[in-house]
């Protein structure tokens, strides 16, 4: 596959009929490791003014995702390697749902469509994930909207303490669940 690189951690492909597979998704996971964010994505759009967006995205286990909803527009995502789970909160960060999702021989979900503006982030379980991400474009950054109360990714303990914080509402919410 050939590829532009347009920052440190995004990639436009350059081909007619994008192609991806097992070497491309190791270059891009290659690329991702040095990162100080641990993650890349390849475009296989065009251009970030184009209509429908689709990304092949692979993050690290240590990759924050900061919470965030999207503003008129739906957002899908099907997962190739790895697990994580998906967590969505209310309006002022209280985690009203977790769903585990893994690839599809894992026997979790493995896709997800969001058509409403629900705060969302990922919580990362395997080394390495990959999916495959799709929205509507133009990407305009007006239509996505960090959660006040979701740290900066440039605020480490910040992002620590939001992480721990999440993830004790996670065990909480799943013994409650399992009872």
């Not at 184009?50 to 990304?55: A, F, I, P, V």
């Not at 900061?66 to 909160?89: C, N, P, Q, Y």
């Amino acid at each position: 596959m050939r590829a532009r690189k347009v920052s440190p951690e995004v990639f436009y492909a350059d081909e007619l009929v994008v192609r991806v597979d097992c070497d491309d998704v190791t270059s891009l996971v290659a690329e991702a490791d040095p990162m100080p964010r641990r993650r890349t994505r390849l475009c296989t759009h065009r251009s970030a003014d184009d209509r429908l967006h689709e990304m092949l995205v692979v993050h690290h286990r240590e990759a924050y995702v900061r919470a965030h909803r999207h503003l008129g527009k739906a957002e899908s995502m099907h997962i190739i390697k790895g697990e994580t789970d998906l967590v969505l909160f209310d309006d002022v960060g209280k985690v009203t749902e977790v769903i585990g999702m893994g690839e599809f021989v894992s026997g979790r979900p493995f896709y997800y469509r969001m058509s409403e503006p629900i705060y969302h982030s990922l919580m990362i379980r395997s080394e390495w994930l990959v999916f495959h991400e799709v929205t509507s474009g133009p990407l305009r950054s007006e239509e996505s909207e960090f959660a006040p109360w979701a740290p900066s990714d440039d605020d480490a303990s910040a992002v620590q303490a939001f992480l721990a914080a999440t993830a004790y509402q996670l065990r909480t919410l799943r013994s409650r669940t399992s009872r």
